[in-house]
């Protein structure tokens, strides 16, 4: 790989740094991206639809801002990609959905607007699983997206094709959408960042919604440092400062999630890692019946998700697979004081879930309980049981590798409370700084 690749697929951080010395230009950064999803994608799967004639027009005025010394954000010039389910103009806005085949957003959501404000220019559309509901992305109407790391693996999900366009570096960085874990799933198992941000930091107009109650927009990244660098664009406001001390919490779990020893052994490494750090003790969270609350989060995604489609369910039943529509219906199904009591168990869950952060101010947590799988293994149900909890606090979680080892790293989650954005990416930074860079998927790096 010459420099101008290793430059355009390091990251937004190395990208700006290399603008900023004239050592490379947003049209260098795209025509890598461009060559890079030309030789990748067609076995990826990764993206779905392009918009470079718009990308070059952009990419054009932000070398010309770079030139002059006027870069209208550090982000400026960064290519993107973006979830099918999350609007840009005159592109596709489907959510994975072939009931939407045909629609096309005739305006940006907020937070694509709120990106191109700051220079950020998106380049296309990524793969997804089907309406957001579910964890392989392995879609029947776009087609399955594989995961960088080994022939046949799957990204994750829901935001899948983002975790693996950024694991590719077939973008700088791209936009996903976490309901249970639905951004950091992907990142776990691609073996990317990831950033869950507090419950509407980041707005969600022109969003397909899957669950008003549950869903968050975020972008995965190649490390915390970018994603902090990419929050307060898509926010429109600057993030507060860190607290110059962090005290960290070490989640034990003892027996209440059925774990892989790859993931505990690279656990057991990133805490022993943070143990460096100063303020580290043990928070017991077994008392959390995270199989039951995330059966409860899923009930309101189903509920929630029949009142978003009700109208295309009715109008194009055929436009939705067997499975997801199954889901759904069976959802909206259920007797009312069942739907009651899952809302209440998921608020009661966020509240005692924000308690822990009277004594610690992140949480560290596994990400997944386990690494990628082949498609047509069984998909393990406890996938997001580590990650939902966050969503029910609506607490900022940052998703990184926990190692440098591994094909891909196993990943570890840094959750802080609602609000405290900065306390988990500040958190989040310092383990990367102990940890070193995280490698690549072979073939991609």
């Keep these: 790989m010459g420099d101008r690749e290793d430059f355009a697929v390091s990251g937004v951080r190395a990208l700006s740094a290399a603008f900023e010395r004239g050592a490379l230009t947003p049209l260098d950064a795209l025509d890598v991206c461009k060559d890079r999803i030309d030789r990748y994608n067609p076995a990826l799967n990764a993206f779905l639809h392009l918009c470079l004639p718009e990308a070059e027009r952009d990419a054009r005025a932000a070398t010309e801002r770079w030139r002059s010394g006027k870069p209208l954000s550090p982000i400026d010039g960064a290519p993107f990609g973006v979830k099918a389910n999350i609007a840009v103009a005159g592109m596709p806005w489907h959510g994975g959905i072939a009931a939407y085949r045909d629609r096309v957003a005739d305006k940006d959501a907020q937070v694509v607007t709120n990106l ?34 080994g022939d046949g693996l799957t990204p994750g999900g829901s935001s899948g094709g983002s975790g693996a366009a950024v694991a590719a570096g077939l973008c700088a960085f791209a936009l996903g959408t976490d309901t249970m874990g639905s951004v950091r799933i992907p990142s776990a198992y691609c073996g990317v960042a990831g950033l869950k941000p507090s419950y509407g930091a980041v707005s969600g107009v022109g969003l ?52 892989s020893p790859d993931v505990i052994a690279a656990f057991r490494s990133a805490a022993d890692r943070l143990a460096s750090l ?17 059966r409860r989060g899923l009930l309101i ?19 939705f697979s067997d499975a997801f529509r199954g889901l759904l219906e069976w959802g909206a199904g259920q007797p009312q004081a069942k739907i009651d009591a899952a809302y209440a168990d998921v608020q009661a869950a966020g509240a005692a879930f924000d308690a822990v952060f009277e004594t610690v101010d992140v ?28 969503n029910f606090a609506g607490a900022p979680a940052v998703a990184v590798p926990a190692t440098r ?33 995280a490698p690549s998927p072979p073939k991609f790096a």
Aim: hydrophobic share 45%; charged share 20%.
């Design 278 to 294: 100063g303020d580290v003790s043990s928070v017991d969270i077994s008392s959390f019946d995270f199989g039951a609350l995330r």
């Design 208 to 259: 397909v919604d899957l669950s008003l109650t549950l869903d968050h927009i975020g972008p995965h990244a190649r490390n915390a440092g970018d994603l902090a660098a990419i929050l307060p664009a898509m926010t429109g406001a600057a993030l507060p400062a860190a607290p110059d001390a962090i005290r960290y919490g070490v989640a034990d779990w003892k027996d209440a999630v059925d774990v």
């Design 363 to 390: 949480l560290v947590a596994p990400t997944a309980p386990q690494g990628p799988f082949a498609f047509g293994k069984t998909v393990p149900a406890n996938q997001a049981d580590f990650t939902c909890i966050g």
């Design 405 to 437: 080892d591994g094909a891909p790293p196993a990943s570890v989650q840094f959750i802080a409370r609602k609000g405290r954005d900065e306390v988990a990416l500040a958190a989040a930074e310092a383990f990367e700084k102990l940890r070193g860079e």
């Design 301 to 319: 995604s189903e509920v929630e998700g029949h009142r978003a489609h009700e109208e295309a369910l009715k109008e194009n039943p055929a436009g």
């Design 116 to 149: 191109r404000n700051a220079g950020a220019i998106p380049i296309g559309i990524l793969n997804m699983h089907e309406g957001a509901l579910g964890a392989t992305t392995d879609n029947l109407h776009f087609g399955r997206c594989y995961n960088p790391w």
